[in-house]
């Protein structure tokens, strides 16, 4: 790499570093993102030029204790964005609630925490339309809310896997090899803190409408920054 090169990509990394955990607004957070993913599209700086080495290590990334899920919408939705941002997730206890952790490279459960949180707001969002637009009786909500949030998660969980499948398909030899150094990273974490992850099934009644209804607004939902856009493949990659 020439030193023209590097002064680039170290220009990129101060950039990723403005973070919300750094001290940064939301605002300024979203500025420096967008102007290093520019940077990254005008040079074709490659994510393993950014950051990734085999001494990387992963890290584990948890919810603040006060975080609420009521209708299990992170929860049935992190599988899908922990494989999509190669991750693992799982939920962990912190007093009185339950909240979603990731183990994965610092940058990639970044993304899969802001991921995850947007999705979430949007099926919470999606829950009241569809609410006010159906009036359903007292006796019924639960069902067409529970309803409503399976199929909206099972509809963004299938885009994001489609997704990820696409972008194992076009990876580049490079591609594949930065996909194993991470996912070894991130079981070397696993095994250091002894964390082994279950499955686990939700039940409950829904309502046929309310699964239908949410299917639908899960092919609404929109990824968004950094995940769509031009070089999302090679950025997420």
């Known amino acids: 790499m020439t030193d023209h090169r590097e002064k680039i990509v170290e220009k990129i990394k101060a950039l990723l570093n403005k973070t919300v955990d ?48 009521p209708h299990n919408i992170k929860f049935r939705l992190m599988g899908p964005v922990a494989r999509f941002c190669n991750c693992q997730a799982w939920q962990a206890r912190r007093r009185d609630t339950k909240v979603v952790e990731f183990c994965g490279l610092q940058s990639d459960a970044r993304l899969a925490s802001w991921l995850l949180d947007t999705l979430a707001q949007f099926v919470q969002a999606e829950i009241v339309r569809h609410l006010m637009e159906t009036l359903p009786p007292k006796s019924e909500k639960r069902r067409v809310i529970t309803g409503f949030v399976q199929g909206c998660t099972e509809r963004i969980g299938a885009r994001l896997d489609a997704l990820r499948d696409q972008s194992v398909a076009v990876a580049t030899s ?19 803190c002894g964390i082994r992850v279950t499955g686990c099934c939700l039940g409950g009644q829904t309502n046929d409408a309310g699964y239908e209804a949410g299917k639908a607004a899960g092919d609404r939902a929109s990824f968004g ?13």
């Open 174 to 192: 490079n591609g594949r090899e930065l996909v194993l150094v991470k996912n070894a990273a991130v079981d070397a974490k696993m095994k250091a």
């Open 22 to 69: 750094n001290g940064c607004s939301e605002e300024e957070m979203s500025a420096a993102l967008d102007k290093a993913r520019a940077w990254m599209d005008a040079h074709e700086i490659t994510e393993g030029e950014l950051r990734l080495t085999k001494e990387e290590k992963a890290v584990l990334r948890s919810e603040p204790g006060d975080s609420l899920d």
């Open 225 to 237: 920054r950094p995940v769509s856009g031009h070089n999302a493949t090679l950025r997420l990659r």
